[in-house]
């Protein structure tokens, strides 16, 4: 491109006259559309330039993301399992409270969830309460101090700053003053 | 530039994407989801909530929590189908002045755009935190069947959360973009969204890039949400059944079943069968009862059947009014979590008779979709240039008959890479580079691109002079192999024009044989680094013999002849056992030529035994990473 250019150019010195106005005018035109052409394809460099130091920056921000919370899913299908042994527990018939062997099994569910602890996550506080949708689901609502957690039905769980698995919560609803053990209906359907 | 986002407003559930590295990517939430719930609440304490948290409380707080306002939005009071909706929904909705609806939220009116507004605000406020920049520019997706004053209400609602709505999309038309659809030339397409809540099936024609609905028909009130309920009324049956205590009557007991059978649903998807292990669900007199079922695909597809073919009823009706048979569809793209499930895939196929398209996250169509048109409309997509890839590995063949990989398949082009190999026998004086692609690791078995000498090699032991490949592809797929003597710097060049033309059945077939022939193959490969080594080991013993036969005795040194000779002519039968058996036999006795040598027992032999070597082969296989 550029010695056609020079070319044109040397014989445009070398005889005028013989290099019609309309040559001039046509290289112009072609020159212009070059510039408009390199300027684009600039931009465009530029652009994917641009695209790539932000998408690098994101794979960063991701790679972190994954350390620290990459073992959510994992957790998540865990919590299940402790949620299994606190029931278990909390339904132990009284004649088998005093048998070894079911200490046993309650040292390995404490060894579970140190096991949890270890990894980052922690347990949601809720019953007594404020109700606060920032860690709680309200499941149902009952006659009772406004507001406030008076049941838990799930625990819930943060894994290190972030909410993993909120609580799921019977809130109060007031009216009838606080009293408690008071079986109010759900609120709605 | 700032990036322009695409966003998919749901009944249910909003999203939103943006165009990165050429890709349109789903956006996290600040909570760290996908989904944001498409739900605004103002708290007791006057604190506006939107997504997820606005869902949580909205059992506690329902006069003051608004979802599935997009059923209102740019519809008159008195629209029947607001009329029916008001009963059904619990919060306030009035009539505005000029007939429009309003809907009251912590003792303020608001109407339907404010509303979606605050969801695209949270969206946006997500996306700006993501990204770290400022996000105006926006597409926005609604459904096809949306009128003028729905789109023009969605739009204002966007304009309320501060963005330029560059343009207001159809819901499918987004879809069909996310799978790639507007590539195709004349078509007729099928776009089937099955999604938690609403069914829809839209019938379009595209041509030169445009997106034409034809037709569009579905039910507002069939989703996977349905299929839930079934399998948790069946639990819940059998459960009955077997121990006599109804679990609808436990709110606990209810919600640990709604995410098992959500659970159960999923996983049959990909398997055959399922169990659903719920201990101490429950408790009466005789102590604790636990829920433990097997439920098969099969169960749940009787369960679900009834409800899986109603949405077949909307397509037949769509397809009427678009006056096609089911046979003139080119094309069914498939939309919506519920479309994982494979008998929704099996009805759709039976009655399309074609294969549903898959391969897109049918939860993220949309939201992709809109972001590659919204990169589309800032000039993102399209100016930029189309990025290829190469279609099949290109490689040499090195000692042996090995094909090695210089450029891997699916490699985005241009690209470049080079890599140094070496001489394969004494005083060498040329290599041969036979320039190869397929994906098979034999030479053989791989397709020829070209080949060329290389000579003029300085006399050397083998594995000392540094021979440069480099192959560099173009845009335009023209690949150029040059290989350089990095001593006498001389130089040897070709040009393979643009794959060789090979068409997009061969280079699938290409890719086919690589899969069926992949053990045997590696089998291959594995005898012939087997071979390599080995020839290796005789030729460094043969070397080190040479050069310390003085430190030798008399009688290692037969019995290492005696073994290189053995090893040699295992070489030349066919028995890979018997090349591996002399390799040891030799190795074991060339240790004890260490340990005579430097006085150490179990010392490595000099020269190592790194890298394969031998026979007259194109070029020595063993490299050094440039």
Known sequence: MSEEGLTNDEIGEADVEQASVEDIETLQQALAEQKKGAEKYLANWQRAQADLANYKKHVGQEKQEILDFGNSTLILSLLPVVDDFERAFKSLPSELAEVNWIEGIKIIYNNLKAALKKAGVTEIEAKGERFDPHLHEATMSQVGEEGVVLEEIQKGYRLKDRVLRPSLVVVGRGKEEIEEESHGESSRD | ?626
């Open chain 2, 1 to 626: 530039m700032a990036k322009a986002v695409g966003i998919d407003l749901g009944t249910t559930l909003s999203e939103v994407a943006v165009m990165e590295g050429g890709e349109p990517k789903i956006i996290p939430s600040a909570e760290g989801s996908n989904l944001v719930p498409s739900v605004v609440a103002v708290s007791k304490t006057g604190e506006r909530l939107v997504g997820e948290i606005a869902k949580r409380q909205a059992i506690v707080n329902p006069d003051n929590t608004i979802f599935s306002v997009k059923r209102l939005i740019g519809r008159k009071f008195n629209d029947a189908s607001v009329q029916y909706d008001i009963k059904r929904l619990p919060y306030k909705i009035t009539a505005a002045p000029n007939g429009d609806c309003r809907v009251v939220m912590g003792g303020k009116e608001y109407s339907p755009q404010e509303i979606s507004a605050m969801i695209l605000q949270k969206l946006k406020a997500d996306t700006e935190a993501y990204l770290g920049g400022k996000v105006t520019d926006a597409v926005i997706t609604v459904p096809a069947y949306f009128n003028d004053s729905q789109r023009q209400a969605t739009k204002d609602a966007g304009a309320i959360a501060g963005f330029n709505v560059l343009r207001i999309i159809n819901e499918p038309t987004a879809s069909s973009l996310a799978y790639g659809m507007d590539k195709k030339k004349d078509e007729t397409i099928a776009v089937y969204d099955f999604g938690g809540g609403t069914f829809d099936i839209s019938i379009l024609d595209i041509g030169e890039g445009t997106f034409q609905v034809k037709s569009t028909n579905g039910d507002t009130h069939l989703g996977g949400d349905d299929i839930d309920q079934r399998i948790m009324d069946w639990i819940c049956d059998e459960f009955k059944k077997e121990q006599g205590i109804d679990l609808k009557q436990d709110r606990m007991a209810l919600q640990r079943l709604k995410d098992a059978a959500e659970r159960a649903k999923k996983e049959l998807s990909t398997v055959v069968q399922t169990e659903i292990n719920l201990p101490f669900i429950t408790a009466d007199a005789s102590g604790p009862k636990h829920l433990t079922m097997t439920l098969s695909r099969a169960k749940l597809e009787q369960l679900s059947a009834d409800l899986i073919e109603r949405s077949i009823g909307p397509c037949r009706q769509a397809l009427s009014d678009a006056r096609l048979t089911p046979a003139q569809i080119n094309n069914v793209i498939l939309v919506g979590g519920q479309t994982r499930m494979p008998k929704v895939q099996d009805t759709l196929r039976q009655f399309f008779s074609r294969e549903p398209v898959k391969g897109v996250n049918p939860d993220e169509a949309v939201a992709l979709g809109a972001a590659i048109q919204a990169g589309v409309l800032k000039g993102e997509v399209g100016e930029i240039l189309l990025l290829d890839v190469t279609p099949l590995t290109l490689g040499i063949e090195t000692l042996g008959g090995v094909a090695t990989t210089l450029i891997p398949r699916n490699t985005t082009i241009p690209t470049s890479k080079s890599q140094i190999f070496s001489t394969a026998s004494d005083s060498q004086p040329s290599v041969e580079i036979h320039v190869l692609q397929g994906e098979r690791p034999m030479a053989a078995d791989s397709r020829t691109l070209g080949r060329f000498m290389l000579d003029g090699i300085l006399p050397a032991p083998r594995g000392m002079p540094q021979i440069e490949v480099t192959f560099d592809i173009d845009a335009n797929g023209i690949l150029n192999v040059s290989a350089r003597d990095k001593g006498t710097g001389k130089e040897q060049k070709i040009t393979i024009t643009a794959s060789s033309g090979l068409s997009k059945g061969e280079v699938e077939k290409m890719q086919r044989d690589a899969e069926t022939h992949a053990v045997e193959d590696a089998k291959r490969k594995e005898e012939t680094e087997t071979r390599n080594a080995a020839d290796n080991l005789a030729y460094t013993a043969e070397k080190t013999l040479r050069e310390h036969g003085d430190k030798i005795p008399g009688e290692l040194k037969q019995e290492i002849e005696g073994k290189i000779a053995a090893v040699r002519s295992a070489l030349q039968g066919k028995d890979i056992n018997a090349v591996r058996n002399a390799v040891q036999e030799l190795s074991q006795a060339m240790q004890k030529v260490g340990a005579t040598v430097y006085g150490q027992p179990g010392g490595q032999p000099p020269g190592g035994q790194q890298g394969p070597g031998g026979e007259e082969g194109p070029v020595e296989g063993e490299f050094r990473e440039v």
